[in-house]
Protein backbone atom coordinates (compact mmCIF):
# COMPACT_ATOMS: atom_id res chain seq x y z
CA UNK A 1 0.00 0.00 0.00
CA UNK A 2 1.42 3.40 -0.89
CA UNK A 3 0.23 7.10 -1.00
CA UNK A 4 -0.33 8.56 -4.42
CA UNK A 5 1.69 11.74 -5.51
CA UNK A 6 -0.67 14.88 -4.15
CA UNK A 7 -1.65 17.39 -6.50
CA UNK A 8 -0.78 20.68 -5.78
CA UNK A 9 -3.25 22.95 -5.82
CA UNK A 10 -4.94 25.04 -3.29
CA UNK A 11 -7.31 22.46 -1.64
CA UNK A 12 -4.46 20.11 -1.31
CA UNK A 13 -6.96 17.44 -2.16
CA UNK A 14 -5.28 15.01 -4.54
CA UNK A 15 -7.14 14.50 -8.22
CA UNK A 16 -6.68 10.91 -7.88
CA UNK A 17 -8.16 9.13 -4.40
CA UNK A 18 -7.78 5.88 -4.87
CA UNK A 19 -6.15 3.26 -7.84
CA UNK A 20 -6.30 0.08 -7.38
CA UNK A 21 -4.31 -2.67 -9.37
CA UNK A 22 -5.10 -6.23 -10.14
CA UNK A 23 -6.25 -6.47 -6.22
CA UNK A 24 -7.47 -10.24 -4.60
CA UNK A 25 -9.05 -9.98 -1.58
CA UNK A 26 -9.42 -14.03 -0.25
CA UNK A 27 -11.09 -14.78 3.05
CA UNK A 28 -12.81 -17.38 4.69
CA UNK A 29 -10.71 -20.53 5.76
CA UNK A 30 -7.12 -20.71 4.09
CA UNK A 31 -8.55 -18.11 1.99
CA UNK A 32 -10.27 -19.81 -0.40
CA UNK A 33 -12.96 -17.61 -1.15
CA UNK A 34 -12.25 -15.30 -3.39
CA UNK A 35 -14.08 -12.32 -2.31
CA UNK A 36 -12.29 -9.92 -4.51
CA UNK A 37 -10.10 -10.45 -8.06
CA UNK A 38 -8.26 -8.98 -10.54
CA UNK A 39 -10.08 -5.27 -9.57
CA UNK A 40 -8.37 -2.41 -11.89
CA UNK A 41 -10.08 0.84 -10.41
CA UNK A 42 -9.39 4.27 -10.22
CA UNK A 43 -11.39 6.52 -8.69
CA UNK A 44 -10.83 10.57 -8.93
CA UNK A 45 -11.31 13.09 -6.78
CA UNK A 46 -14.98 14.46 -6.76
CA UNK A 47 -16.17 11.46 -8.64
CA UNK A 48 -19.36 9.56 -7.28
CA UNK A 49 -19.16 5.84 -8.20
CA UNK A 50 -22.14 3.17 -7.25
CA UNK A 51 -20.89 0.04 -6.74
CA UNK A 52 -23.85 -2.12 -7.83
CA UNK A 53 -24.23 -6.32 -7.76
CA UNK A 54 -25.71 -9.25 -6.40
CA UNK A 55 -25.37 -9.77 -2.77
CA UNK A 56 -22.18 -11.55 -2.18
CA UNK A 57 -20.53 -9.76 -5.20
CA UNK A 58 -17.74 -8.09 -3.28
CA UNK A 59 -19.59 -4.74 -2.49
CA UNK A 60 -18.60 -4.53 0.88
CA UNK A 61 -15.39 -5.71 0.58
CA UNK A 62 -14.65 -3.27 -1.95
CA UNK A 63 -15.56 -0.52 -0.01
CA UNK A 64 -13.23 -1.78 2.98
CA UNK A 65 -10.48 -2.22 0.88
CA UNK A 66 -10.67 1.11 -0.56
CA UNK A 67 -10.73 2.16 3.26
CA UNK A 68 -8.04 0.44 4.31
CA UNK A 69 -10.27 -1.93 7.29
CA UNK A 70 -9.61 -4.77 5.10
CA UNK A 71 -6.45 -5.74 3.60
CA UNK A 72 -5.95 -6.69 -0.12
CA UNK A 73 -4.17 -10.33 -0.41
CA UNK A 74 -2.55 -9.38 -3.62
CA UNK A 75 -2.16 -6.46 -6.05
CA UNK A 76 -1.39 -2.87 -5.40
CA UNK A 77 -3.56 -0.47 -3.06
CA UNK A 78 -2.73 3.43 -3.39
CA UNK A 79 -4.47 5.75 -1.69
CA UNK A 80 -3.85 9.38 -1.61
CA UNK A 81 -2.06 10.19 1.82
CA UNK A 82 -3.89 13.37 2.78
CA UNK A 83 -7.11 11.68 2.40
CA UNK A 84 -9.78 12.06 5.52
CA UNK A 85 -12.16 9.50 4.95
CA UNK A 86 -15.55 8.67 6.26
CA UNK A 87 -16.94 5.64 6.15
CA UNK A 88 -20.48 4.78 7.24
CA UNK A 89 -22.19 1.25 7.15
CA UNK A 90 -25.84 0.36 6.74
CA UNK A 91 -26.58 -0.34 10.62
CA UNK A 92 -24.24 2.73 12.17
CA UNK A 93 -22.35 1.65 15.49
CA UNK A 94 -23.54 4.31 18.26
CA UNK A 95 -21.64 4.78 21.75
CA UNK A 96 -24.04 4.33 24.30
CA UNK A 97 -24.00 8.50 25.08
CA UNK A 98 -26.04 11.18 24.30
CA UNK A 99 -26.53 12.01 20.99
CA UNK A 100 -24.29 15.02 20.94
CA UNK A 101 -21.58 13.56 22.52
CA UNK A 102 -20.89 10.75 19.83
CA UNK A 103 -20.39 13.65 17.61
CA UNK A 104 -18.19 15.44 20.00
CA UNK A 105 -16.44 12.45 21.04
CA UNK A 106 -15.70 11.30 17.34
CA UNK A 107 -14.10 14.76 16.83
CA UNK A 108 -12.14 14.66 20.02
CA UNK A 109 -10.75 11.50 19.53
CA UNK A 110 -9.47 13.08 15.78
CA UNK A 111 -7.50 15.87 17.95
CA UNK A 112 -10.01 18.48 17.81
CA UNK A 113 -10.18 20.70 21.29
CA UNK A 114 -13.50 19.66 23.31
CA UNK A 115 -14.60 23.37 23.41
CA UNK A 116 -14.44 23.30 19.41
CA UNK A 117 -15.57 19.86 19.07
CA UNK A 118 -18.66 20.42 21.04
CA UNK A 119 -19.53 23.90 18.69
CA UNK A 120 -18.66 22.08 15.76
CA UNK A 121 -21.01 19.32 16.67
CA UNK A 122 -24.01 21.40 17.87
CA UNK A 123 -23.38 23.10 14.12
CA UNK A 124 -23.43 19.46 12.40
CA UNK A 125 -26.66 18.41 14.67
CA UNK A 126 -28.46 21.41 13.37
CA UNK A 127 -27.35 20.38 10.28
CA UNK A 128 -29.54 17.34 9.94
CA UNK A 129 -32.03 19.13 12.24
CA UNK A 130 -31.95 16.75 14.79
CA UNK A 131 -30.62 19.92 17.70
CA UNK A 132 -34.01 18.98 19.37
CA UNK A 133 -32.58 15.17 20.05
CA UNK A 134 -29.01 16.48 21.41
CA UNK A 135 -29.19 15.01 24.68
CA UNK A 136 -31.21 11.60 23.75
CA UNK A 137 -29.26 8.33 24.18
CA UNK A 138 -28.13 7.82 20.54
CA UNK A 139 -29.13 4.13 21.36
CA UNK A 140 -32.37 4.98 21.61
CA UNK A 141 -32.89 6.74 18.54
CA UNK A 142 -34.91 4.98 15.23
CA UNK A 143 -32.87 3.66 12.80
CA UNK A 144 -33.17 6.44 10.41
CA UNK A 145 -32.45 8.91 13.28
CA UNK A 146 -29.10 6.82 13.84
CA UNK A 147 -28.01 7.13 10.63
CA UNK A 148 -28.45 10.71 10.03
CA UNK A 149 -27.03 11.00 13.19
CA UNK A 150 -24.05 8.79 11.72
CA UNK A 151 -23.64 11.32 8.53
CA UNK A 152 -23.31 14.33 10.96
CA UNK A 153 -20.95 12.63 13.00
CA UNK A 154 -19.11 12.12 9.87
CA UNK A 155 -20.03 15.33 8.11
CA UNK A 156 -18.50 16.96 10.94
CA UNK A 157 -15.04 15.47 10.52
CA UNK A 158 -14.95 17.52 6.77
CA UNK A 159 -14.47 14.94 5.08
CA UNK A 160 -12.93 14.80 1.50
CA UNK A 161 -14.06 10.74 0.70
CA UNK A 162 -17.39 9.37 1.29
CA UNK A 163 -17.24 5.67 1.31
CA UNK A 164 -21.00 4.44 2.02
CA UNK A 165 -22.00 0.40 2.18
CA UNK A 166 -26.00 0.43 1.62
CA UNK A 167 -26.59 3.57 3.75
CA UNK A 168 -30.45 3.23 3.18
CA UNK A 169 -31.10 -0.25 3.00
CA UNK A 170 -32.83 -0.72 6.22
CA UNK A 171 -34.87 2.40 6.46
CA UNK A 172 -38.24 2.75 5.51
CA UNK A 173 -39.60 4.82 2.52
CA UNK A 174 -39.74 8.16 4.68
CA UNK A 175 -36.23 7.64 6.45
CA UNK A 176 -34.96 6.43 3.20
CA UNK A 177 -35.72 9.47 1.36
CA UNK A 178 -34.37 11.73 4.31
CA UNK A 179 -31.13 9.64 4.37
CA UNK A 180 -30.51 9.95 0.64
CA UNK A 181 -31.25 14.32 0.49
CA UNK A 182 -28.81 14.44 3.81
CA UNK A 183 -26.01 12.31 1.36
CA UNK A 184 -26.76 14.02 -2.01
CA UNK A 185 -25.81 17.55 0.41
CA UNK A 186 -22.85 16.61 1.96
CA UNK A 187 -21.61 14.88 -1.41
CA UNK A 188 -22.47 17.24 -3.79
CA UNK A 189 -20.38 20.14 -2.39
CA UNK A 190 -23.44 22.31 -1.72
CA UNK A 191 -22.34 21.85 2.48
CA UNK A 192 -18.99 20.90 2.49
CA UNK A 193 -17.17 23.77 4.06
CA UNK A 194 -13.57 24.56 1.77
CA UNK A 195 -14.33 21.81 -0.82
CA UNK A 196 -16.85 24.12 -2.14
CA UNK A 197 -14.27 26.67 -2.31
CA UNK A 198 -11.86 24.73 -3.66
CA UNK A 199 -14.70 24.67 -6.67
CA UNK A 200 -14.48 20.36 -5.81
CA UNK A 201 -17.19 18.64 -3.85
CA UNK A 202 -16.48 15.63 -2.13
CA UNK A 203 -15.91 12.03 -3.33
CA UNK A 204 -18.43 9.51 -2.88
CA UNK A 205 -17.86 5.61 -3.22
CA UNK A 206 -21.32 3.62 -1.92
CA UNK A 207 -22.83 0.62 -2.78
CA UNK A 208 -26.73 0.08 -3.05
CA UNK A 209 -29.57 -1.99 -4.19
CA UNK A 210 -31.97 0.73 -5.09
CA UNK A 211 -31.35 1.25 -8.77
CA UNK A 212 -33.10 4.97 -8.53
CA UNK A 213 -30.84 5.76 -5.76
CA UNK A 214 -27.53 4.87 -8.37
CA UNK A 215 -29.44 7.08 -10.96
CA UNK A 216 -29.64 10.20 -8.52
CA UNK A 217 -26.69 10.24 -6.94
CA UNK A 218 -23.51 8.42 -9.03
CA UNK A 219 -22.34 9.60 -12.48
CA UNK A 220 -20.37 6.25 -12.52
CA UNK A 221 -21.25 3.04 -11.82
CA UNK A 222 -19.31 -0.06 -11.34
CA UNK A 223 -21.29 -3.46 -11.59
CA UNK A 224 -19.41 -6.11 -9.79
CA UNK A 225 -19.80 -10.22 -9.85
CA UNK A 226 -18.71 -12.65 -8.39
CA UNK A 227 -15.74 -10.47 -7.06
CA UNK A 228 -15.10 -9.13 -10.58
CA UNK A 229 -15.53 -5.85 -11.89
CA UNK A 230 -17.71 -6.74 -14.98
CA UNK A 231 -18.40 -2.70 -15.88
CA UNK A 232 -17.74 0.67 -15.17
CA UNK A 233 -19.37 3.45 -17.14
CA UNK A 234 -21.02 6.68 -16.76
CA UNK A 235 -23.95 6.72 -15.38
CA UNK A 236 -25.99 7.42 -18.70
CA UNK A 237 -24.75 4.57 -20.53
CA UNK A 238 -25.09 2.05 -17.74
CA UNK A 239 -29.16 2.72 -17.59
CA UNK A 240 -28.97 2.59 -21.12
CA UNK A 241 -30.62 -0.77 -21.97
CA UNK A 242 -29.31 -1.45 -25.32
CA UNK A 243 -26.13 -0.18 -24.66
CA UNK A 244 -25.34 -1.86 -21.53
CA UNK A 245 -27.16 -5.09 -23.35
CA UNK A 246 -24.06 -5.04 -26.29
CA UNK A 247 -21.68 -4.29 -23.43
CA UNK A 248 -21.90 -6.39 -20.20
CA UNK A 249 -25.21 -8.84 -20.62
CA UNK A 250 -24.53 -9.55 -17.36
CA UNK A 251 -25.17 -6.03 -15.89
CA UNK A 252 -27.63 -6.10 -18.43
CA UNK A 253 -29.70 -9.08 -17.20
CA UNK A 254 -28.62 -7.86 -13.45
CA UNK A 255 -30.57 -4.47 -13.91
CA UNK A 256 -33.38 -6.09 -15.77
CA UNK A 257 -33.92 -8.44 -12.85
CA UNK A 258 -33.66 -5.49 -10.05
CA UNK A 259 -36.02 -3.61 -11.91
CA UNK A 260 -38.80 -5.81 -12.26
N1 LIG B 1 -15.20 -12.08 6.98
C1 LIG B 1 -15.50 -12.90 5.98
N2 LIG B 1 -15.10 -14.18 5.98
C2 LIG B 1 -15.39 -15.01 4.96
N3 LIG B 1 -16.08 -14.65 3.87
C3 LIG B 1 -16.52 -13.38 3.82
C4 LIG B 1 -16.27 -12.44 4.86
N4 LIG B 1 -16.83 -11.24 4.52
C5 LIG B 1 -17.42 -11.45 3.32
N5 LIG B 1 -17.24 -12.71 2.90
C6 LIG B 1 -17.72 -13.30 1.63
O1 LIG B 1 -17.13 -12.52 0.59
C7 LIG B 1 -18.04 -12.40 -0.50
C8 LIG B 1 -18.29 -10.93 -0.79
O2 LIG B 1 -19.02 -10.38 0.28
P1 LIG B 1 -19.44 -8.85 0.35
O3 LIG B 1 -20.04 -8.63 1.70
O4 LIG B 1 -18.29 -8.02 -0.06
O5 LIG B 1 -20.57 -8.78 -0.77
P2 LIG B 1 -21.67 -7.64 -1.03
O6 LIG B 1 -21.73 -7.47 -2.51
O7 LIG B 1 -21.37 -6.45 -0.21
O8 LIG B 1 -23.00 -8.35 -0.53
P3 LIG B 1 -24.37 -7.69 0.05
O9 LIG B 1 -25.06 -7.04 -1.11
O10 LIG B 1 -25.11 -8.89 0.57
O11 LIG B 1 -23.98 -6.74 1.14
C9 LIG B 1 -19.30 -13.16 -0.10
O12 LIG B 1 -19.23 -14.45 -0.64
C10 LIG B 1 -19.21 -13.20 1.41
O13 LIG B 1 -19.88 -14.32 1.94
Known amino acids: MSGLPVATHASQVPTVCFDLRNVQVHLGTAGRLHALSDIYLRVQAGERVALVGANGSGK ?28 LFQRPHMLRLSVLRNIVLGLWLQGVPWREARERAQVALARVGMTHLAERNARALSGGQQQRLALARAWALRPDVWLLDEPTASLDPHAKREVEALIAEFTQGAASEGKEAAGRPPTLVFSSHNLGQVKRLASRVIYLEQGQLLADLPVTDFFNHDLLRALCPQAHLFVQGESL
Do not use: D, I, N, Y
Not at 65 to 84: D, P, Y
Open 60 to 87: STLLRTLHGLQRASGGEVHRASTLRMAM
